[in-house]
């Protein structure tokens, strides 16, 4: 480990550490509790060598006065481990709490290019595992640190004890706790591993049980079984590599321990003959070596928990730092109330960041005049939906600059910029929740009848009215139980709700009937004057009721026009239009 790296390290895990400061309470008892654990070890050990002695040479009564202090102590002893037990709990799930919601406050506030560039699916199964990680060194270290203390204590005490017997435990300890080391090295290296291959089997399993309608519909079970099974066995393998690995340290920890005790026995023995030890201070001298090897054992795993840990630590701190690219500036301007509504592209041209070699949109500039209807028309992967997306600032422009009432996206704040739109996207999503809950979401505030009136413009009653539970009818995760045209239409609810100045549609009703589509365009032509509307549409008949249509192609404006203009030019158009009237 390089000095610069070992440096971050330590300054991460300080930082951790410092992430304590706020429960100042629960931090210092449970340091006091460690100091007197350490403190109440060296008396228990005196008590038992005083409890020996007396008994084999004094009175009863002093026998039993020894035994009630010594009671006393266990009792004290118990209390420490209580609290010991518990506020070590503490401090770990409080951190990791704190991180977690650091984490997710953070992770929202990113664009989606930040997502994209995480992998986002994978990025909270990372981050817990990271979490996962840091929650088990922080248990290890609160331990580590009242280990750290018993452990100074029991030598210390074992020293005043009998010098020789320490002399012959540290020669001992030293021996065994090299070879364990050197052990545990190899151990190591096969659980990292064998990590690696869970992590990867747990992947395919939650990637097969989430596209299972793919997978049946495609008739992979069996496939995806043996593809498991062979991620499966080799996560075995693996373990099992690491059993025998970890069964031979077992052994050999066994044959050193019952070797030393062994050797101790004889040494003492040896001095108890000798008339250099007494019973009691032999007994006392066992306590402490026992309580200081349980102690050394604890501290044994601390290294590589650290380690691991830190790593974690540094590669959640690194997310939790990295400022969001896109964000409100620090003194943002206000649209003026109320807002007039005009977009205005001026020469935009957008790459995707995991796509940089290909223009979205190329050079893209128009004025969405306020108030007005325009269609947006042009082939699949044309940029169409990436359009409106960089006006909801989703995405920043690579060039060029959008602007709303003349001022640049930039300069406005986030919030203020988003809650003056209103999206209903080409693959609507919904959350795991109710009908009501979900037509909400863009509008917490929004009141019962507000919310039927939605409803109602976006048709949706009509099957709300066939549930048995109407609006209080939960979807399920992302809104499985409901069809295609219904979570469409939930979407649509969503989006009038919030009462926007610019409506985007996004092909907002290509997975409706005839009949429903009908009704909602009549509801959206009823709600869209004075909102300057961005529709995408392959639909002639809602492409036609536009104020004005402009075409597009591989990320440039190709025409515009009206729907007459824009026939007589004989374009990309009017091709268009010809497949939409047979
Ligand atoms: N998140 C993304 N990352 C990288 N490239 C993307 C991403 N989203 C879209 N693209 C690419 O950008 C181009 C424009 O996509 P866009 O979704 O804007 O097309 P569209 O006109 O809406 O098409 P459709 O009619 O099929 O919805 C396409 O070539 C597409 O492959
Ligand atoms: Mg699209």
Redesign the pocket.
């Known amino acids: 480990m390089s000095a610069g790296s070992s440096n971050s390290s330590l300054k991460t895990l300080l930082r951790l550490i410092g992430s304590l400061r706020p429960y100042p309470l629960q931090t210092l008892l449970a340091l006091a509790t460690f100091a007197l654990a350490g403190v109440i070890v060296v008396v228990l050990g005196q008590g038992v060598r005083r409890l020996l002695d007396v008994g084999l040479h004094g009175t009863l009564a002093s026998l039993n006065m020894a035994t009630l202090a010594l009671i006393l102590l266990v009792f004290v002893y118990g209390l420490t481990g209580l609290a010991r037990a518990y506020l070590s709990g503490f401090i770990t799930e409080r951190i990791t709490a704190d991180l977690r919601e650091q984490l997710m406050t953070n992770l929202l506030a990113h664009g989606l290019g930040f997502f ?1 560039e995480q992998g986002s699916g994978l990025l909270w199964s990372r981050v817990m595992s990271d979490v996962g990680m840091i929650a088990s060194m922080l248990a290890a270290l609160v331990s580590a640190a009242r280990s750290v203390v018993i452990l100074l204590g029991g030598t210390w005490a074992m020293w005043a004890t009998s010098a020789s017997l320490t002399l012959a435990v540290l020669g001992l300890a030293v021996v065994m706790v090299g070879s364990v080391l050197w052990m545990s090295r190899s151990i190591r290296g096969l659980s990292d591993q064998l990590q690696d291959l869970l992590s990867r089997s747990n992947t395919f399993a939650l990637e097969t049980l989430d596209g299972i309608g793919v997978v049946k519909a495609f008739g992979q079970e069996q496939n995806s079984a043996r593809r498991f099974t062979a991620l499966a066995e080799g996560v075995f393998k693996k373990a099992d590599r690491r059993n025998f690995a970890h069964g031979v340290t077992v052994g050999v920890s066994i044959w050193m321990i019952f070797g030393s005790a062994v050797l101790l026995a004889w040494i003492a023995g040896r001095e108890m003959i000798l008339g250099q030890l007494s019973g009691g201070r032999a007994s006392a001298f066992l306590f402490y070596a026992v309580v200081v090897a349980m102690s050394g054992a604890a501290l044994s795993d601390l290294w590589a928990q650290l380690q691991k840990g830190v790593g974690s630590a540094q590669r959640l701190y690194a997310l939790i730092d990295q400022t969001p690219a896109i964000r409100s500036p620090s003194r943002p301007r206000r649209l003026s109330s109320p807002d007039r509504g005009e977009v205005r592209y001026d020469g935009v041209t957008f790459h ?1 960041p ?2 940089p070699d ?1 223009a ?1 949109l190329d050079n893209f500039s128009w004025t969405f005049s306020p108030g007005a209807t325009t269609a947006i028309v ?1 082939p ?7 359009l409106l997306q960089l006006l909801l600032r989703l995405y920043d422009p690579t060039a060029g600059s959008i602007l709303v009432d003349g001022i640049d996206l930039k300069s406005l704040d986030l919030d203020q910029l988003r809650s003056r739109i209103s999206l209903v996207p ?1 693959d609507p999503t919904l959350f795991d929740a109710t009908l009501r809950e979900n037509i909400r979401f863009g509008r917490a505030d929004a009141s019962d009848r507000e919310v039927i009136a939605a409803a109602e413009a976006a048709n949706v009653l009509p099957f709300v009215e066939t549930l048995p539970q109407g609006l209080s009818t939960a979807v399920g995760p992302r809104g499985t139980q409901l069809s295609g045209g219904q979570r469409q239409r939930i979407a649509i609810a969503r989006a009038i709700l919030r009462d926007p100045r610019i409506l985007l549609l996004d092909e907002a009703t290509n997975a409706l009937d005839a009949g429903s589509e009908a009704l909602i365009q009549e509801s959206l032509s009823a709600f869209s004057p004075g909102r300057t509307t961005l529709v995408i549409a392959h639909k002639l008949a809602t492409v036609r009721s536009a104020h004005s249509i402009i075409v597009l192609d591989r990320g440039r404006l190709v025409s515009q026009g009206t729907h007459a203009e824009l026939l007589a030019e004989e374009g990309l158009y009017a091709k268009f239009a010809a497949l939409q009237l047979h």
Request: proline share 0%; aromatic share 6%; hydrophobic share 25%.
């Open positions: 994209e995707y995991m796509r290909i979205a042009g699949s992967g044309a940029g169409k939906s990436t080409q």
